[in-house]
Each structure stands twice: as C-alpha cells, then as structure tokens.
C-alpha cells in the first residue's frame, strides 16, 4: 500500500488511447503548477531560514545558539514538549478508548469537543489561562493567597501548550481505533487477561505507530506554539521565553542573524518531524489511521 | 444512538475500562479546554448583550474581523485551488521526487509559526527576495493586507490537499472509464463526474483552512504592518486590548471569534455526515 | 509501552526538577522594563551583581522582561511577579499602583520624581535625508512614510504622539481642533504600527520601510552605532518632548518575596556616579549630568522640550484619558471620516 503502487501507470503519450488521464501538455502544466507553488510558499521561506541564519558566518551562527538565554529557551521549550505530549497522550489514549471501543450517548458531541482546540484562535488559548488565572482573573485571589505562580510561569506556558495540542493523538487514534473494532480485546478477555493487559498487550501494540505519529505532530506543535504562549509568558530572559518566544526577542534586537539561526534549529525539528511522519506513512501505512494513507 | 435502551449511558459490553477512559478524557477536556473557554464566555457574558454587541460592533472591531475573515477567505479558495490540483498531481501522476513534495506538504504543520512568519517577512520585505523585485513595479506585500494573504496561504496550504488525497485514491477509475466510454470528453469526465465526488472533501479541507486562517496570530503578525482597519487582524486585537487593560474588550472579541470557529467546526461535521451519507464512508 | 511511557513521566518529572532548582538557589530580581532599555540593563544587572556580592556576599540575579511599556504594566498587575518596574512613563506605573501593587506616592520615594534619566524624542531618516526632513512640519507632507510605534501599547509611541502634539500647539497657536487634524495628518502616514519601539526600530532600520522613524534618542543613537553611520542620520526636530521614564519597587511583590532590600538597593544604584556616567554613555540624558563624561554628553543635542507636566496636557493623570483612552483623541484620528 505505499504511495507508488498505488499511482496509476500514466500511458505513452500522443496515442489518444488512454481516457482517464490527461494529455502531455496538460499533464506537464498541472505538475508545473504544483510543484510551483510548493515551492514558492513551502520551499523558498525554509531556505529563506537557513540563508538567513548563516548569513554572518557559521561561528556567529554557533554563538547564536550557544548563549545562554538561547540554551534556556531551548532547555524550557523541552520541559514544555516533555510534559505536554505525555500528558496530551495519555488524554488521546483514553479518549480513543471511550469513543473507538464503546458506544454511548453524546459520543459524536464529545468527538467534536476533541477538535475544538484546533479552530480556536491560540491568541484566545492564552486569553482563558490569563483570565482564570491572573492576578485580576477568577482564580487570581486564591492563587496569590497562596502563592502559586501560575500564568507568567512554567504551569501558564504548559497548559497554553496542552490546550492548542489536545487534539493530536487522540485524532490519530480514534479513526484507527474505531476501525480496528473490538473483537482482539474480546478475545484476550475471554482468554482470561485482565483489562489493563488487553490494553497494555494488545490495543497499544495494534495502534504503535499512529501513537508515534500523533506524538511526533503533537510535539512539533508543542516546541512551535507561539500565540498561546506569548500571551502567558511574561518573556522574562532566559527563564519564560520559549525557543519561538526568543527568536521573536532576537528579531526585536537588531539580532537578525541569531533570530534565524535559532528559527533555523525549529525547521530543523519541523525537517525532522516531517522525515518521521513520512517514514510512518511509507512504511507503516496500513497500522495508522485510513485518512493518512496516501 | 441505536442500541442504547432507556436511561443508560451506554451500550453494554464486555470491554472494561469505559468508566475510566470516558471519565478520564471528559474530566481532562472539561479541566483544560472547556472551563477556561466558559470562563471567558462568562466574562463576555457579563458584559451583557447589549455592552457586548457594543464591543464587537465597534468600527475597529469590525474591521479586524472582517479583515480577518476576507483574508482568510481568499487564502482557504486560493489552497482549495491549488490544493486540489497538489492532490491530483500527487495522486494521478508520476514524477521525479514526488514522495519528497508529498512529504513537504506538511511542512507549515511542522514548521513554528514564528519561523514561518519571519521567513515570510524576509522574503517580501521591500528589501527581501521576492520583495525587492515587486518594490519597482509598485506592489508591496510586506505590511499590507497582501502579506497577510500569503501567510495565511502558507499555514493553510496542506488541509485541502490532505483532505482530498485519500477520497482521491480511493475514486474508482472505472467511473471515469465509464464517463469516457459513453463519449464524455476528458474535461467534461473531470468537471462533471470526478470534481463534484471531490466537494465534500474540498469542502471540509476549505473550512479547516479558513478556521485555521481566521485565527492565525504567530506568522501573520511579522508581516502584517498591523495598521487599525487596514492590516489589523482579530486575533492581534485580542492581544493588543488585552496590553491596554480591555479585558472586556478582548474577551468579547475574543468570544465572537470562538462562536464563528465553533460555527465552521459544526458545519464540517455536517459536511462529513453528509459525505457518509451520500457517497459511504469516506 | 508500558515502559516507554514511565520512561517519558519519569523524565519529564526530573526535568522539571532540574529546573526549579537554580530558582532557589540565590536571589532573583525581576526588572520589567520598555523595549529600548535592553543594553542599558544588560550592563548596569552585571554592575550591580558585582557591588551586591562585595557589599554583601550574596548572589543576586537580576532578570529582565522587556515589551511595550503598556503591554508590561498589564502583564504586572496580571500577576507577572516584577520586583522593580522601570517603565516608559508615569502613566504605566500609576495603573499598576492603582491595582493596589505599589503604593501611590511612589514617585516621591527616589530622587528627581523617580526618573534617573531622560530622554527625548527624535528622527531617524536614511542617510543623506532623501525626503529633506528637517522638523515635524515635513513628517505630514505627502509621501512621507513616518514609522511610530502604537501609542496604545508602547510608551514611546505615547512620547512621539506628545511631541508632535506640543509642536502642533505652539505652530497653530493653542488651537485643539488643528492639534488634532496636525496628528492625525501624521499617522495617515504611518504604514505600520508596530506594538513596541523596538519593533518600529526593526522595521524601519532592518526591513527598510519608511523614511523617517520617530524614536527614543537613546535607541536613535543605538541604531547608528550598531547598524552603521553610513545607513542613516538623525534629525533634531525643533520642539521636542522630555521624556522621563520612572522607576519602582512594586511593594506587594517585594514584601511577598522577602526582595525589598535588594530591590531598593538596586534602584537606589541607578543614581550612583558611576552608573549615571555608564547611562550617559548608553546615551540616555542621566539626572545627574555632573557625574557623566563631557563627551558623552556632548551628544545630545540642545533642543526645546515641552515637559508633560506643561499646561498643555496637565500631567499623565490628564494626558492619558484624554488622548489615549477608548475613544478618546488617538482613537478618533484612525476612525475612518465615514464612521467618524
């Protein structure tokens, strides 16, 4: 089921025979136009990273992301993917669970629930976290009383980052889940295993690589939230600024140079995510979810 | 819900583990996404209707979210565009170095949108790549409404391609035989058999963009020029309101917005339930 | 699986261990500033942490958060934990010390009204003066591309709007209506408005927009140090406004921290000798410029400047409301003349 197999065998040219492809020429021109155009709006800004990052010399380059307010953005970008994504997993798992294994009532309503992070401005993801609990917000007086620090801190930029990537995971799992149906864990329960074994043995083997995939998309959202978090940070240097918070710093600073050379570490890990994601499709096609096999 | 009988929640089964999970993902999404987005419902709410329709009928207000909304519109029909002739092109033919141009297609899903937006910015500055050769002709993209566009056509590009790749895959090449053998040309097979089973897919991928686009803030802001009713988006309204002490303000924006993303979501779903309808599942 | 997943917990709990620790380990000051103040407080902090540790054998760290001097107020009273505040103008620190932060007379606490230096506002154009800029008359003109932050959000912008205004006043002879019209005039040349001064900084010198910006003396000096004489030149207009950022011990958050001596310490340094000279040499016009370099101050240019204590606009108390609150006069000259 990979990507070329699947891809009809376009025929010779010129013979008029074939009638469901295009002509040469057209056939040229469409290929023209998009691969025009993804170059033009996908290709030329990532290049245009990169260029840009090595525009002062490969040592200025290093000493942009070695200076310690760039290691603390990029130690606090980790910290945030690292309790992220777990988390955001394990609220995946369980959501896929409920609704792929059981049916019940409010299910479509709840399924709906999970994408709403998805069309919801990040701006706003970051304006419900400063209004519940900021100084002024519902909680604020609570908070202070008893001095937790929760927006302008780790916990604010966490669960900005938690909201905007909510849906991942458990968008991988739930169509996978669902058609994968339930007759595997019906039979490791009628052959005695307990529940958490089924789970742990049989469901979470069966959905291995749509998990990897979810968690790789979740993470690159993750390290790469901008919006949410530049409302909740309060950009203190080398503390609450993230690697998208600092490079906006450095762009602010005359810092052209370092803004992209830190920008060009984040479309290192969207290269990357990007390689994973396609190696998943390629190779595990038929273990992740139908709408990603193409 | 057929099949569930009576007062009770669900369908008996002899999976375990429903109490846990279904608790477990309610209490999480309640905890994280649905309080905090009441809490700013309620805020909003207090403002009453009429303080509230004052808010979002405020000429400044109104033209962020128009622009918003224009922009977002065009880029959503221009990747609709583009996007299906992406997925033809990657589904249909063959080509060197098609897996790694399907592969980039997600790139604005990896790449942080502040990334993206100073790329973007450096490219069509009056000084930059692009920029630089459009400055002598008079165009600007920079700074204006037109910047904004690209923007949002970048973050927006692989929904429609992602949405109509796998309908397209799985289209029986018979039909156009078929088409074809009852001596329809091959743009008339196109326009009238293939493209309308195409439409919920486009569709759906059309209003992910827009919903996508409408609330865009990280790569738009770098190259907006951010200019109150000529370049000012919603979503950098939200914030500014919120820098100058309008928490009202913002959050009834802020809940204008959520009402309108919530509409796109509702008509997605219906869109798809559709398609179930109409043309089996996907 | 299973074990993957306690692997993922497991390291994202020691991670966040490892990151608390440094918190506790010394002291921490947090000094919420305007954007323009980041090498100026780059060297004093380094300063500062020198004489503390000597004085008193403590560590302190001193850490900073640089915005829109308005955007930075807001996100003090919404909880962001400043020790000092060191803002662009009175009018920010007042709302914070309206939200109960900081006590109402804080501007009596230290010397000169709190503001251990000044500064003014002045062009920037590009090198040559191409468009002949000589005073605010020219920034109207047509044609002209004037870059200025959003008065709403910045404080400098708020500076720039004063200026403009006060040269509008004395030209057309106290006439409020033509004051207005004069502004506004101004930002229908404004192409973008950045939420920062030093995001106006940037699109002016980096990303060539605009043939004039209306800046902060000291990030005027700034950008031709660090960008080169060669790319631009400044401009004195013939009025200008003196600006004076303040400063302030937030007190709740002091208290609450245990921080106060060494916050108050730290402002209190601000007006020593050694680093009025290092502000002068940072091109900000120090209070006391009997400590600074003569050649430092030789720099700044002798210019008239209107205080906003001045009759014309009565204090920030009066200023603020009546040009930049909802509605008010800033709002009213970006309303399109259909709606207006």
């Known amino acids: ?294 | 819900m057929a099949g569930i009988s009576g007062l009770a929640l669900k369908r008996p089964s002899v999976i375990p583990g429903f109490g846990l999970a279904f608790g477990f993902a309610l209490t999480y999404l309640g905890l994280i996404v649905l309080i905090p987005l009441g809490a700013m419902v309620v805020k909003a709410a207090s403002l009453g209707l009429a303080g509230f329709w004052d808010i979002v009928t405020n000429p400044r207000t109104v033209a962020a979210l128009r622009l918003s909304f224009v922009t977002s519109l065009i880029a959503a029909g221009i990747n609709a565009v583009f996007g299906v002739v992406i997925a033809w092109v990657l589904v249909r033919y063959r080509f060197p170095a098609k897996r790694l141009l399907d592969a980039f297609v997600d790139l604005p899903f990896a790449l942080p949108t502040a990334v993206a937006g100073i790329a973007l910015t450096a490219i069509y500055a009056p000084n930059g790549w692009i920029g630089s050769w459009l400055a002598p002709l008079g165009i600007k993209v920079a700074y204006t409404p037109l910047g904004i566009l690209i923007a949002l056509v970048f973050i927006g590009l692989p929904f429609v391609v992602r949405t109509v790749q796998p309908v397209l895959e799985e289209f029986d090449r018979e039909i156009e035989e078929a088409a074809a053998t009852l001596g329809a040309r091959r743009d008339q097979t196109i326009f009238r058999v293939v493209l309308p089973a195409l439409i919920p897919a486009i569709l759906t991928g059309f209003a992910l963009a827009l919903a996508r686009a409408v609330g865009e803030y990280g790569s738009v802001i770098f190259i907006a020029g951010n200019i109150p009713y000529v370049s000012e988006i919603a979503p950098l309204l939200i914030v500014i309101r919120l820098e100058e002490f309008g928490y009202a303000e913002a959050t009834a924006i802020g809940t204008a917005m959520l009402l309108i993303s919530f509409g796109l979501l509702v008509f997605v779903h219906v869109v798809q339930a559709w398609r179930r309808r109409r043309f089996g599942n996907d | 699986m299973n074990k993957h997943l306690r692997i993922i917990t497991t390291a994202a709990a020691l991670s966040l261990t490892a990151a608390a620790v440094p918190a506790f380990a010394d002291t921490t000051l947090l000094n919420v500033s305007y954007d323009p103040t980041r090498e100026l407080y780059k060297e004093v902090n380094a300063a500062f942490a020198k004489e503390w540790k000597e004085k008193t054998g403590e560590t302190v760290t001193i850490e900073q958060s640089h915005g829109g001097s308005g955007k930075q107020a807001r996100a003090v009273i919404d909880g962001l934990k400043a020790d000092v505040v060191t803002l662009a103008l009175e009018g920010d620190i007042d709302k914070v010390a309206e939200s109960g932060l900081i006590d109402k007379d804080w501007r009596s606490r230290l010397p000169d009204a709190s503001s251990p230096y000044t500064s003014t506002i002045v062009f920037l154009v590009r090198k040559g003066n191409p468009k002949s800029i000589k005073d605010w008359d020219d920034l109207v003109k047509e044609g002209v591309e004037v870059i200025t932050p959003n008065p709403k959000t910045s404080g400098g912008a708020r500076w720039n709007y004063l200026a403009a205004w006060a040269y509008a006043d004395q030209k057309y002879g106290h006439d409020e209506e033509k004051n207005k019209e004069f502004v506004k005039k101004l930002y229908k040349n404004v192409p973008v408005l950045d939420t920062g001064a030093r995001g106006s900084t940037t699109t002016f010198v980096q990303r060539g927009i605009g043939d004039v910006l209306l800046a902060w003396e000291n990030e005027a000096f700034l950008a031709l140090n660090e960008l080169g004489e060669d790319k631009f030149e400044i401009v004195v207009p013939s009025l200008s406004i003196k600006a004076e950022p303040p400063v302030a011990v937030v007190d709740k958050n002091v208290d609450a921290k245990g921080t106060r001596k060494v916050a108050e310490a730290y402002l209190n340094f601000l007006y020593q000798p050694d680093v009025q000279k290092a502000i002068a040499k940072n091109y900000y016009r120090p209070a006391e410029p009997k400590y600074a370099d003569a050649k430092d101050l030789a720099r700044f240019p002798d210019v008239q400047l209107v205080s906003v204590d001045d009759p014309l606009f009565g204090g920030w108390k009066k200023a603020q409301p009546e040009h930049f609150a909802d509605g008010a006069v800033f709002d009213q000259i970006y309303q399109p003349a259909s709606t207006n």
Request: aromatic residues 10%; proline residues 5%.
């Open chain 1, 1 to 294: 089921m990979t990507n070329l197999s699947m891809a009809p065998v376009p025929a010779p040219a010129g013979r008029g025979t074939e009638v469901t492809t295009e002509t040469r020429p057209v056939r040229a021109l469409l290929i023209g136009i998009a691969v025009a155009f993804l170059a033009l709006f996908l290709l030329l800004p990532l290049g245009a990273v990169f260029v840009e990052a090595f525009r002062v010399g490969a040592s200025a380059y290093f000493d942009a992301i070695s200076e310690p307010d760039a290691l603390a953005a990029i130690r606090l970008t980790l910290i945030v993917a690292a309790i992220a994504v777990p988390t955001n997993l394990v609220f995946g798992l369980a959501a896929a669970w409920a609704i792929a294994k059981f049916e019940f009532r409010g299910k479509s309503l709840l399924n709906a629930l999970i994408d709403l992070p998805f069309s919801v401005s990040p701006v706003i993801a970051g304006l419900i976290y400063v209004l519940l609990f900021g100084a002024q917000g519902y909680l604020g007086p609570y908070l202070q009383s008893h001095d937790i620090q929760i927006v302008f801190a780790l916990p604010g930029i966490v669960l900005a980052t938690i909201f905007v990537t909510v849906p991942f995971v458990a968008r991988e799992l739930v169509p996978l889940m669902q058609e994968q149906g339930t007759q595997d864990e019906e039979a490791a329960l009628s052959l005695g295993a307990s529940g958490w074994q089924t789970f742990f043995r049989v469901t979470l083997p069966n959905v291995r690589w749509a998990l990897l995939y979810g968690v790789v998309l979740c993470n690159a959202r993750a390290m790469g939230e901008f919006g949410a978090v530049s409302v909740v940070s309060g950009h203190i240097r080398g503390k609450t600024n993230t690697m998208p918070l600092h490079v906006e710093i450095l762009y602010n600073e005359y810092n052209f140079a370092a803004a992209f050379a830190v920008a060009s570490l984040l479309a290192l890990l969207a290269l990357f995510t990007l390689i994973v994601k396609a190696t998943l499709e390629w190779r595990y096609a038929g273990q992740i979810a139908a709408s990603r096999r193409h």
